[in-house]
């Protein structure tokens, strides 16, 4: 991509306000970053854009506009740095990408724009702010951003009653746990192809959790190996390790140490592939103690 035009924008807008390099890149990034942007040598974030395009005076899309450039999905590139931050649970960084973002007329454009900023306000008001009712209050203000009885659910919207479940789940509300599942679940057989795969497998992982909550353990385990298969055809990598685990755990909770074993030992080497510390250490250990009962 030829990010010099973009770049060059930002050098002559910088030189008609009148101030240096470091004085763009301040509260923003470093001098060096603004020197290479302005060289073409790399491009701003979504972020850092827009931050320097309020501080330069002109609209965010003022670069859009730009016809020799190729076009930054702004909304786009926000959402895959706020999914980043969710997966790996930086909810700090995440909830200080949204308060910049709050400020970007470009997020009142529509609907869908905005969602995105009120979904992850409520993972946030969960996750850090402990505050489950005020979670749910943006969750579901999210969901109805967007939702209408005569359409098919989209991914975002399963990702939303998604959320709203887990969190139910976390405070030991199972049965409204499982009803927003099942509403994601079926929403899902009706729609066509899914561009993020991986929905489908954290769906299958969750409710495998709630039925083994609720005893229900060989459904669990049924719910767990049609994950599995699902990984394995699309060739995802995400859950392998979350769902072997649950499976052995379901073995276990059976007194059946002998099958769950081996669903244990498979999960911590998937957990190993991705040095994930927290589930190595719970796990490693608890597989030594059944190991020595066999």
């Known amino acids: 991509m030829d990010y010099s035009v973009i ?13 240096t390099q470091g004085d763009l890149a301040e509260g923003i990034c470093t001098q060096a970053l ?11 974030s979504a972020t850092a ?13 003022y670069f859009f506009e730009i016809g020799t450039t190729p076009r930054l999905d702004y909304i786009r590139e ?21 308060k910049t973002e709050e400020k970007n007329p470009l997020f009142y454009k529509d609907n869908e724009s905005l969602q995105l900023l009120y979904w992850h306000k409520g993972i946030y008001q969960y996750e850090v702010k402990n505050d489950s009712e005020a979670a749910f209050s943006l969750l579901h203000e999210a969901n109805q951003l967007t939702a209408h009885q005569k359409k098919a659910m989209s991914e975002r919207e399963m990702q939303i009653l998604s959320s709203i479940g887990a969190i139910n789940f976390s405070i030991h509300h199972y049965g409204e746990a499982l009803h927003y599942y099942k509403q994601v679940e079926t929403a899902m057989k009706t729609t066509g192809q899914l561009q993020d795969k991986s929905i489908k497998t954290k769906l299958f992982y969750n409710i495998a959790r709630v039925l083994t909550r609720i005893g229900e353990l060989e459904e669990s385990t049924t719910y767990c190996h049609e994950a599995i298969k699902w990984c394995f055809e699309e060739e995802l990598l995400w859950g392998l390790g979350e769902l072997h685990y649950q499976i052995g755990y379901n073995y276990e909770l059976e007194s059946d140490y002998d099958k769950a074993l081996p669903y244990f030992k498979h999960a911590l080497f998937m957990f190993e592939l991705r040095n994930d510390e927290t589930y190595i250490s719970f796990l490693a250990p608890k597989i030594d103690v059944m190991a020595k009962r066999l």
């Open 7 to 19: 770049g060059k924008k930002i050098r002559e807008l910088r030189k008609v306000v009148g101030i």
């Open 34 to 44: 603004i020197s290479r942007i302005e060289k073409g040598d790399i491009y701003p």
């Open 49 to 61: 854009l827009y931050q320097i395009s309020v501080k330069l005076g002109v609209d965010v899309n």
């Open 78 to 98: 926000v959402e895959k740095q706020l999914r980043y931050l969710r997966v790996y649970r930086k909810y700090e960084e995440m909830m200080d990408l949204i």
